[in-house]
């Protein structure tokens, strides 16, 4: 009854007809976690997409007779110093958080792409240049590396997603270069080669799709270490001037209240971790089926 069930949900297999089972039938086998995790990415992105919606009261909005007022049927989840409405605060800084992860990560995947494909295509001695200078860079930790820069620039939302992005520039160029290098001795490139396509027709259409689509997930994976990364420099006071409703800025303020407000941290703290997780739960989950190993 099962294997029947089965076939008319999924179809045929491959011997009775030809057909192969859908792949959207695998859905039912997904782990409970990565559904919980899809659904918890599902609402930030509804939350960045209409923060207006789902916030109860204005994020800027203040009122000195509700500061400190614990989490209640009004303020779920508490006011803070100002008599603002945590929970609007963090709703409305879920745009800023993702945006900073998502525009960090595409900067740092970008200039990336392009040096680990350069290293991996040029000539010796520009691959060794080029893994040089990326060894050096990859001697310091990410955060160093971020507040090195952002020192340099300046303070500020756009210079913070450039040291984020910057910093993550040598990881991914690694990456890039050791698919490149991988794919350009496949079969079919050696093929296509050989039937006189030219280099950058080779580079576009066999080489450079084949070797950036491991990149993309394991980026995926990253867009967690971006946020986390940025929220930090927030916390240090190196994000979004006050009030900008920012998950790290909350924490920074928030500390100094944590005796009598404790609320005021650790909802922030949670968020960030809880996004952190659902993010990289789901990039693992899409590098485990693009490597073909069981659910």
Same mark, same amino acid.
């Given at each position: 009854?099962?294997?029947?069930?089965?076939?008319?949900?999924?179809?045929?297999?491959?011997?009775?007809?030809?057909?192969?089972?859908?792949?959207?039938?695998?859905?039912?086998?997904?782990?409970?976690?990565?559904?919980?995790?899809?659904?918890?990415?599902?609402?930030?992105?509804? @939350? =960045?997409? #209409?923060? /207006?919606?789902?916030?109860?009261?204005?994020? !800027?909005?203040?009122?000195?007779?509700? $500061? *400190?007022? +614990?989490?209640?049927?009004?303020?779920?989840?508490?006011?803070?110093?100002?008599?603002?409405?945590?929970?609007?605060?963090?709703?409305?800084?879920?745009?800023?958080?993702?945006?900073?992860?998502?525009?960090?990560?595409?900067?740092?995947?970008?200039?990336?792409?392009?040096?680990?494909?350069?290293?991996?295509?040029?000539?010796?001695?520009?691959?060794?240049?080029?893994?040089?200078?990326?060894?050096?860079?990859?001697?310091?930790?990410?955060?160093?590396?971020?507040?090195?820069?952002?020192?340099?620039?300046?303070?500020?939302?756009?210079?913070?997603?450039?040291?984020?992005?910057?910093?993550?520039?040598?990881?991914?160029?690694?990456?890039?270069?050791?698919?490149?290098?991988?794919?350009?001795?496949?079969?079919?490139?050696? @093929? =296509?080669? #050989?039937? /006189?396509?030219?280099?950058?027709?080779?580079? !576009?259409?066999?080489?450079?799709?084949? $070797? *950036?689509? +491991?990149?993309?997930?394991?980026?995926?994976?990253?867009?967690?270490?971006?946020?986390?990364?940025?929220?930090?420099?927030?916390?240090?006071?190196?994000?979004?001037?006050?009030?900008?409703?920012?998950?790290?800025?909350?924490?920074?303020?928030?500390?100094?209240?944590?005796?009598?407000?404790?609320?005021?941290?650790?909802?922030?703290?949670?968020?960030?971790?809880?996004?952190?997780?659902?993010?990289?739960?789901?990039?693992?989950?899409?590098?485990?089926?693009?490597?073909?190993?069981?659910?």
């Amino acid at each position: 009854m099962a294997q029947t069930l089965a076939t008319v949900i999924v179809g045929p297999a491959a011997g009775e007809g030809g057909y192969r089972p859908l792949r959207l039938a695998r859905l039912g086998q997904v782990r409970p976690g990565l559904w919980l995790a899809g659904l918890f990415v599902l609402l930030l992105l509804l @939350a =960045a997409a #209409t923060p /207006g919606a789902l916030a109860p009261f204005d994020p !800027l909005d203040a009122s000195a007779r509700l $500061a *400190f007022q +614990p989490p209640s049927e009004l303020h779920w989840l508490g006011t803070d110093e100002n008599g603002r409405d945590v929970l609007s605060r963090l709703i409305h800084g879920v745009r800023s958080s993702l945006f900073m992860g998502l525009a960090a990560t595409a900067l740092g995947l970008a200039w990336g792409a392009v040096l680990g494909l350069a290293s991996g295509l040029g000539p010796r001695w520009l691959d060794a240049a080029l893994m040089r200078g990326i060894d050096v860079l990859l001697a310091f930790p990410d955060l160093l590396l971020a507040l090195v820069i952002i020192t340099f620039f300046g303070q500020g939302t756009a210079n913070l997603i450039l040291a984020v992005g910057i910093a993550g520039v040598p990881r991914y160029a690694r990456l890039v270069r050791a698919q490149t290098l991988n794919v350009r001795h496949a079969g079919y490139v050696e @093929a =296509a080669v #050989t039937l /006189g396509q030219s280099r950058l027709a080779v580079v !576009l259409r066999h080489i450079l799709p084949n $070797a *950036f689509k +491991p990149v993309l997930i394991l980026a995926t994976i990253g867009i967690g270490g971006t946020i986390t990364a940025g929220a930090a420099l927030s916390f240090l006071g190196f994000g979004a001037p006050p009030p900008a409703p920012e998950w790290g800025a909350m924490m920074a303020i928030g500390r100094s209240f944590l005796a009598n407000a404790p609320w005021l941290v650790a909802w922030p703290a949670l968020i960030i971790t809880l996004t952190v997780v659902s993010i990289s739960a789901i990039g693992r989950e899409l590098l485990r089926r693009s490597e073909g190993k069981p659910l």
